[in-house]
């Protein structure tokens, strides 16, 4: 008989970025998808949760932003096809929309959570499987369309509790941005690869600031590092009227439209895309949607290349501590605008749509930052095992407490050393312990440890007065319900 | 310059097994889980997400249980690594376990609801994406674990809208089968694969009937297509001790548990496994959970090989029309059992584990064939478009419609055809069409459409009755919000 090999082992790790959730984490952020679903279904939007799985061809080998490449996806090959994970939530739509035009109504708002994967490079805070929780307009033409999303934006976020003040929904347009880089001489496909290198450059501002963002513009940019990007070779005078396009924005929306209209003259793509802008400002206004909630911005450009008229964003006005605790913004949470061709590659008819994506786990992250999240939840009221022959009784004591609506759990573990029992009910945050020994039994009675007011008074109590144990109590076995209830409360 | 090759569209089609949910089932899907996981979480449990992609070797290359090599996972490389989606949420349990165990409880009660995927043959409601349910208890040797979840299971179900006596949950335990075999002359490793073909075909016992099985017990089967199964090869005494250990239920638990003691004579491991089921039966009766909704039942033995005591199913019991239109049970909608092995295989040391899955599709299809559920769902109220330049107007309609918690959208879609206003208004099932030209705007009112009673008469009214227009009538812009209200009361 042949030896048979020892297998070794396998590690219990998650592979390279990717984690998992637990406990608080996960009810905080359903807590968090279930809110902003209702402001969502509220607007008229309907859930779709397309298969995690697509074709890499419907996902559009393997993005559609080709300005990113290193934006992979995880592919596998099955026959002849190759299959990979949703990286986002806008491509499944597409193609779900391709696939159900007749089906579905028209205009289709529909909303979707859940997670996208990234074949990415994992870092500190980069995962490479995220939440999003997009909604989109599917087959309205009018910025009336895109007005309503940046308004629900609005709603979402106030919502989830971040107060008004604490953010900004930010409106642009990109005809705007390419009737400014006609009149700056790179209209025309030749000027495909500069119009890509200014684009990424404006959505570098606030990292690289006037300077950095002038460089790209021309010759190019050396970082820290020592790394050369080259630019997009402008002309000053190319590069001014860039750079007067990103500091547009003056104090009123009816200002900032203005001076826009300048910029532009000579371009009609850009008159028309100032014209949308001014319908989206007044929509708002009219809504009472004023400048302390969304505004319009020219700075705001939005990376990806597919968009084709509004793009948004929203960002978080408050400032955090960096983890070297020096003060920053928090930024975007939130983002998106209108892309015309996505369904067009399914069907060859162009189909108008518009949408926005709220990175959840962002969102998560500022709540926190702010302290707008108890990351501690209560845990469940456990009953001790004193006895194990008494097992049933425990039992009945929690089934008792549940139909009161009541947390609670019996001890589970090896009973034998009550001290563990105690320091399982710490580790789980319960409230309270109930303690039940054959000479309570006897009695008809129970002890009542409160855990919480227990660990106040370890803090500040001195030994003997720690001893009295006021934490500690006996009640009736009839009114353990009732008990529990006050000490919850 | 090269020609560009016009590359061909891509198809507009999910990965074949693989499908998308629209609007109401992913809110169903939705209430349900939130009601599954408030069961859950009064029992103590807590949430556990673990990420979607888990190296291959740690989910056990391929599968644990190696009687079904064929229930396949969908895997890529990754430098030296293989990565794949998890199959079910057990194998990424104990791998969870394994890694954070100093920081877990333990007892580690936890819950996890999400998709898995199957690289199996897609087939008719065959899906390679799915939904499970579970709920494990890590780390408690004692079988009141098993029995907890078996309650748990049970009031869950009742929970979801299954009511008593439309359900039973079965409990049965592998060590007595195993004495069972012990007795029969099948103990032993060269035993292997005769207790696997022996643990199969009782498993089938359902599909096959009782000759169905016997034939598997002996020298095998030849199904109706002519494929023929290799039986275990058991002599008649044998197979008899088999069939008797599967007809062994009684009419009580305990009548039962005694004639389980007597098949398992001389058995240790077979005494041991009564005693357990004699533990749980009797835990069960006294926190009230009788035969009407947990019984031992001997002929459960779920498929899967790693259980190692007790394993239970939860089946419901009313019966269904199939495909054919003949009525059938509706079968197995979660079960689960003891598994002491899985987090072993990373560190070595046996942790005793026991689970439950839901199969949340599954039970969702019940409820439908039920008739308990609600295929329609009330879409929002729409406000359509009679005048395109009052669009700032219709949106601060449902602008004060939401402020009032009403579901409320304006048509966004080409307004120039009013028919297909109303058209789509009916494909989202709207209630209530909110019409208001510059006529009605400049008198101070709006029509309101009762969409609902529109149908209504449209089904039963004459052409001339329905011209009559009962479902329009005319209120003050001011009454709005009221008349609406009133209207979806």
Chains 1, 2 share one sequence.
């Not at 709220?358 to 998560?364: A, K, M, Q, S």
């Amino acid at each position: 008989m042949a030896k048979v090999k020892k297998q070794p082992r396998p590690k219990a790790e998650t592979p390279k970025g990717f984690r998992d959730y637990f406990g608080a984490e996960v009810a905080q952020r359903k807590a968090m998808l279930d809110e902003i679903s209702e402001v969502y279904q509220l607007y008229g939007f309907e859930a779709l949760e397309s298969s995690a799985v697509e074709t890499v061809e419907a996902l559009g080998k393997f993005l559609p932003d080709v300005d990113r490449p290193n934006e992979g996806v995880f592919a596998w090959q099955e026959d002849e096809d190759w299959l990979a994970l949703r990286y986002d939530l806008t491509a499944p739509l597409a193609r779900v929309y391709a696939q159900f035009r007749n089906d579905l109504p028209t205009p289709y708002r529909r909303y979707a959570m859940g997670p996208v994967w990234r074949n990415e490079k994992p870092g500190p805070g980069r995962f490479r499987q995220f939440y999003q929780c997009d909604a989109d307009t599917v087959g309205a033409p009018s910025v009336a369309a895109d007005a309503e999303i940046c308004a629900m934006l609005s709603d979402t976020l106030e919502r989830v509790g971040i107060p008004r003040g604490d953010y900004i929904v930010r409106v642009n347009n990109r005809k705007v941005l390419n009737g400014v880089l006609e009149v700056a001489g790179l209209a025309g496909a030749d000027k495909d690869t500069e119009r890509g290198i200014v684009l990424r450059a404006i959505d570098k501002l606030d990292r690289l600031g006037e300077e950095g963002v002038r460089a790209l513009l021309g010759a190019g940019r050396e970082d820290e590092s020592g790394d050369f990007t080259k630019g997009a070779g402008l002309g000053d005078a190319q590069a001014e009227i860039v750079m007067g396009f990103m500091s547009a924005k003056r104090d009123t929306g009816a200002a900032t439209v203005a001076r826009l209209n300048e910029l532009v003259t000579g371009s009609a793509i850009g008159a028309a895309g100032v014209q949308e802008l001014e319908t989206i400002a007044e929509l708002m206004a009219a809504q009472g949607y004023n400048s302390d909630r969304i505004e319009i911005d020219p700075s705001v450009v939005r990376g990806l290349g597919y968009y084709t008229g509004p793009v948004y964003e929203a960002e978080l006005t408050f400032e955090i501590k960096d983890e070297k605790g020096r003060p920053r913004q928090f930024g975007s949470v939130a983002g998106g605008g209108r892309y015309d061709d996505l369904v067009k590659r399914f069907t060859g008819q162009e189909v108008p749509a518009t949408g926005v994506s709220i990175g959840v786990d962002r969102l998560l992250a500022a709540l926190h930052a702010k302290g707008r999240m108890d990351n501690q939840t209560v845990g469940p009221v456990i009953v001790t095992v004193m006895d194990r022959d008494r097992m049933a009784e425990y039992q009945t004591i929690v089934g008792e407490l549940r139909t009161a609506g009541i947390r609670a759990e019996v001890y589970l573990g090896n009973p034998k050393n009550f001290g563990n029992q105690l320091k399982y009910a710490d580790k789980r945050n319960a409230p309270v312990a109930v303690i039940e020994g054959s000479d309570e039994a006897a009695r008809g009675v129970l002890q009542l440890k409160d855990l919480v007011l227990g660990a106040e008074i370890a803090k500040t109590a001195s030994l003997e007065e720690w001893k009295g144990q006021p934490a500690q109590r006996e009640v009736a076995r009839a009114d353990l319900v009732a008990e529990i209830k006050k000490m919850l409360a």
